[in-house]
């Protein structure tokens, strides 16, 4: 039998929030429930909304989650779902929003610091660990003195979402790749385009 895994996606309450950067991590892994044709459901012993599909490079079963809430308490429905479906740190992917990045760019990596992102800082502590996966979306800074709180908080503009729909793509298809190939050959293929 093929190990689980855990995708993450990390949102702030749709409602509220969808299409704003801080929300870029959700976006991405509907689209790798689209692909799958996986359908969310309410789920609350795992901390949010879920849909259980099946990698197709490997056949390991995904369980894709979009934790309720908000962003700074990601931490709780991550550590809900990976104890419910039995899935350690190292079989979980995160994919979320870095300011860090320039807007569109996409990383790949394990651990690391939580560069000032509290969702990452709150799953690292529920999860007693910082070593899981990560899928870094590049949302660029905010211009001028913009707080960065604000900036993270509104929606992209109509030139920069076509640049992240792509991206968004890109980082379906690199969640993929972790699961079926692996952190080194991921980084390979998606850190050359850069």
Known sequence: MVDRWLVVGLRNPEKEYGGTRHNVGADVVR???GRL??????????????????????GAPLTLLLPSGYMNESG?????????YKVPPDRVVVVHDDLDLPAAALR???????????????????????????????????????DPADYVLRRFGAKER?????????????????????????????????
Do not use: C, M, W, Y
């Open 31 to 33: 689209t790798v429930a």
């Open 108 to 146: 790949v990596k394990r651990g690391g610091g939580a560069g000032g992102h509290n969702g990452l800082r709150d799953v690292a502590r529920r999860l007693s660990t910082p070593d899981f996966l990560r899928v870094r979306i590049g949302v660029g800074r905010p211009p001028g003195r913009q």
């Open 37 to 58: 044709r996986g359908s969310f459901r309410a789920t609350p012993k795992a901390g949010g909304e879920v849909a259980d599909v099946t990698d197709p490079g490997s």
């Open 76 to 84: 709780g429905p991550v550590q809900r779902a990976a104890a419910f």
């Open 162 to 194: 076509e640049k992240i729909d792509v991206t968004v793509e890109q980082a379906a298809d690199a969640v993929l790749s972790l699961v079926a190939q692996g952190l080194e050959a991921t980084q390979n293929r998606f850190h050359a385009r850069a």
